[in-house]
């Protein structure tokens, strides 16, 4: 099935072997569905996300990979933990790292812009170190020093800019005139990456979805990557439904939870103030309209978790031999909130995802916990 980019609010359609980051009207583009694979499509021998590359859009003939995917799953006390920080620059996003810059390269694309809080700029970084290409990352001047000394050392250029997270956007879109903007908010072969996921869990659980997957919730990437997966899988009928999707929040950024506890899909006001869960610090997503969607459509929910419970949360994982960055405890913050309102099963399939190490953020874990 040939695929397109698609804006979402006039249904036009762009091709995809132009380079691409926006619509016309300025708004943010996805990718039109895929049909999805069935088990024999999976490339056994490949161990990586590219063992899916049958569901994956574009003719990419040369992908940039370092082993991304295939991260393993880990119970405890009747939970499974999908452990995303094994991936090669620390978190999830490298899966769209790797998809959005292998299909950019084979474009002809040599050199890129992204803006970004922490892993998406490490991920944008060290995946452009691995396929040659030039990267420039402009993050807030607050972002933890080593997740900016990680980009710079892939030899990525770095432009710190004073401000909320926001300024970091609007400095790159304004420099996107010269470097192609390779944002992992904007361009949606970012989001075919971290599709995959959806995918690996469906074969980690014997070709069956989980019944709950919590995810940490900033810009949605993660969020609006498993729920196209599922959705795909549902329609080529390797799943007979989709998994309930909770977007977890720091309830000091939770645009998401605030729009969905009002029962809307646009912004709502909510006071914003700083929170340990920095990766999620976005307080005004781009696509809020098809995250609610997502949660809706899968029978999810957003769950807001507040500084001491996300904290509380960090240290449990901890004790748990799980080191991981406090962006993630917000899930199993989220998780426990669940479970003491009776809103997660105790025979359900739960997920929740671990989505960065503790190592990008070890000073700010010795401050919250000690040490």
């Known amino acids: 099935m040939s695929r397109s980019y698609v804006n979402p609010r006039d249904g036009a359609l762009h091709p995809l072997d132009v380079p691409r980051w926006r619509g016309d009207d300025g708004g943010p583009l996805l990718l039109t569905p895929g049909s999805g694979l069935g088990r024999d499509d999976i490339e056994r021998g490949e161990r990586s996300l590219w063992r899916y590359r049958a569901a994956l859009a574009g003719a990419i003939a040369r992908p940039i990979s370092m082993g991304e995917g295939c991260t393993p799953l880990i119970e405890r006390g009747g939970v499974t933990f999908k452990c995303e920080w094994f991936s090669p620059t620390g978190s999830f996003k490298d899966r769209g790292a790797s998809v959005m810059l292998s299909h950019l390269r084979g474009l002809g694309v040599g050199a890129v812009l992204e803006d970004s809080s922490g892993n998406g700029g490490s991920a944008i970084a060290g995946y452009g170190a691995a396929g040659g290409l030039r990267v420039k990352v402009l993050a807030p001047a607050s972002t933890s020093p080593a997740k900016i000394a990680q980009v710079r050392a ?3 250029e770095v432009q710190l800019v004073e401000g909320p997270r926001e ?4 400095e790159a879109i304004r420099q ?3 470097t192609f903007y390779a944002s992992h908010n904007w361009q949606p072969f970012f989001l075919e990456g971290t599709k995959t996921l959806a995918y690996e869990l469906w074969e980690d659980f014997g070709f069956k979805a989980p019944d709950v997957v919590i995810v940490p919730v900033g810009a949605g990437s993660l969020l609006l990557g498993l729920h196209f997966g599922f959705r795909e899988l549902l329609g080529a009928g390797q799943i007979a439904r989709l998994p309930r999707l909770i977007a977890a929040q720091p309830l000091n950024c939770s645009p998401v939870a605030a729009s969905f506890a ?3 899909d646009v912004p709502v006001a909510r006071e914003v103030r700083p929170t340990v869960a920095e990766g999620t610090a976005i307080k005004a997503p781009l696509r809020l309209k098809e995250m609610i969607a997502a949660l809706r459509e899968s029978g999810g929910e957003a769950v807001a978790a507040t500084e001491a419970e996300i904290v509380a949360a960090l240290r449990k994982l901890a004790e748990q031999g799980l080191f991981v960055e ?5 899930a199993a913050a ?3 909130k669940l479970s003491a309102a009776g809103r997660v099963g105790p025979r359900e399939r739960v997920v929740m995802v671990l989505s960065g190490s503790g190592l990008k953020a070890a000073s700010r874990f ?4 000690g040490g």
Request: aromatic share 8%; no cysteine.
């Open 167 to 170: 300024a970091s956007q609007t």
């Open 176 to 178: 996107s005139e010269q």
């Open 326 to 330: 406090p962006t993630s405890a917000s």
């Open 154 to 156: 892939y030899g990525a």
């Open 366 to 369: 010795a401050e919250l916990l």
């Open 262 to 264: 009002a029962g809307l």
């Open 334 to 336: 989220a998780f426990d």
